[in-house]
């Protein structure tokens, strides 16, 4: 969507992921202010934003404005942005193991949120479920089919929990908990917003998403509740000016009166619901530091995040999305069969022989960080794969239902009479 300036005014070029109920607030009150810049505004999702600033060198561009912080680690290692002074807020630098701002001055933190679940009380109500408390309950049994996810590749936020949890857990045991949830999956919606709404239309009760997307007044109608896990994720929003920038002097500017308790209280309007990073602002709306995120132990680690972002989207697709049925029927079988008393060690064996296929990862953390960048990088969607590419996802998905296969033979052999002995 454009804002067409005026011949008299100078303009401001502004890249942004946000739609027009986030930013045009902020556009009316910075033009009010200043009367002599006008905004030109490109909105685009993530994805397709990060790569037009890449690839077209030649459309002129001032500012990057966006929610996933993989954006601008990839536009820094691209040598798109510009080295940008942090503003005095007041605000720490991390917000529980997370950093607000780039350490190398390369794009800011200016707002906060918060990532959680979120459910739909009457739905809980209809299956006689209990409310979620953390990302552990979602492994439990009664949620099978009861829960909804967007895929990573087609969200930056939903990448950002991906990630946050591959970093908190490890590679290795991250790839289990995200697998067992996928066994509890009802569905994999194609947008980030299609989460919220699907539990405020009750096709689903549970979900996993972030705070200001729960409660999206124009997607869950005051359905929804939103919660934070016991280790709860505090991501920044950031903003970046850009390499190419025509005009400088008006994109620090508008990146002062973002910063500014005007356009920091801008934040809080019902419709944006975001977290000011203004200490003054934000008093009541964070957690104490000694609450004990889920990154508190391990700070997040944007730079890696960003290097693996095609890969973990990749496995993602091919070992949750595209298999959520099979891991299913397989989980649910598995459980079944765990929770029956059995003295039988060689069924026990076999039955722990099926859990590790289904929690393994078609990648070995060393393998995946040994890969190059071509291959574990970003992956972005509509340009043709390589062949180094097809010959890597060709292995993976090969990996996975090899796995899934020997997994369900497994599971067929122990529930047979011959097979209980």
Not at 10 to 23: E, G, K, V
Not at 235 to 254: C, D, G, Q
Not at 307 to 319: P, S
Not at 389 to 409: K, P, W
Request: aromatic content about 10%; overall charge positive; cysteine-free.
């Amino acid at each position: 969507m454009w804002a067409f300036p005026s011949a008299a005014a100078a303009q401001l070029s502004i890249i942004t992921s946000y739609p027009p109920s986030f930013y045009e607030p902020f556009r009316k009150a910075f033009e009010a202010h200043h009367p002599d810049i006008r905004l030109t505004i490109v909105q685009r999702n993530t994805g397709s934003a990060s790569r037009f600033i890449i690839d077209k060198s030649d459309v002129a561009a001032d500012i990057f404005w966006a929610s996933a912080t993989d954006a601008f680690e990839l536009l820094k290692r691209k040598g798109a942005l510009r080295a940008i002074k942090p503003r005095q807020t007041g605000a720490p630098v991390k917000v529980l193991g997370y950093p607000l701002n780039d350490p190398d001055s390369f794009y800011l933190g200016f707002a906060l949120s918060g990532y959680g679940l979120v459910y739909n009380p009457a739905y809980l109500a209809q299956y006689s479920l209990p409310v979620p408390q953390s990302w552990q309950d979602l492994l439990k049994p009664v949620y099978a089919s009861h829960i909804g996810i967007t895929s990573p590749s087609r969200s930056g936020t939903t990448h950002l929990i991906v990630e946050a949890l591959l970093q908190a857990y490890g590679w290795e045991r991250g790839w289990a908990l995200l697998s067992e949830i996928g066994g509890n999956l009802s569905t994999v919606t194609a947008r980030s917003f299609g989460v919220a709404s699907g539990v405020a239309q009750r096709r689903f009760g549970i979900g996993v998403t972030i705070d200001f997307l729960a409660n999206a007044p124009d997607v869950s109608g005051g359905q929804n509740v939103f919660v934070l896990t016991p280790d709860p994720i505090y991501v920044p929003a950031s903003i970046a000016i850009l390499s190419r920038a025509k005009n400088i002097e008006a994109a620090e500017r508008f990146v002062d009166f973002l910063f500014s308790p005007e356009g920091q209280g801008i934040l809080l309007h019902p419709a944006i619901g975001r977290i000011p990073v203004r200490a003054e602002l934000n008093a009541a709306l964070l957690p104490e530091e000694n609450t004990g995120g889920l990154l508190t132990a391990r700070d997040f680690n944007a730079r890696l995040s960003a290097e693996r972002y095609g890969i973990v989207n990749l496995i993602f697709d091919d070992y949750i999305v595209r298999r959520r049925a099979t891991l299913a029927r397989l989980w649910a079988r598995l459980r079944l069969l765990e929770g029956e008393s059995s003295d039988d060690a060689a069924r026990r064996g076999t039955l722990a022989t099926v859990r590790k296929l289904l929690v393994t990862p078609p990648l070995s953390a060393d393998i995946a960080q040994k890969l190059p960048d071509a291959l574990k990088g970003e992956w972005p969607r509509g340009i043709s794969r390589t062949t180094e590419q097809q010959a890597l996802a060709r292995d993976i998905r090969g990996f996975v239902e090899q796995n899934l296969a020997q997994a369900e033979s497994l599971l067929v052999s122990v529930s047979t009479p011959s097979g209980r002995r």
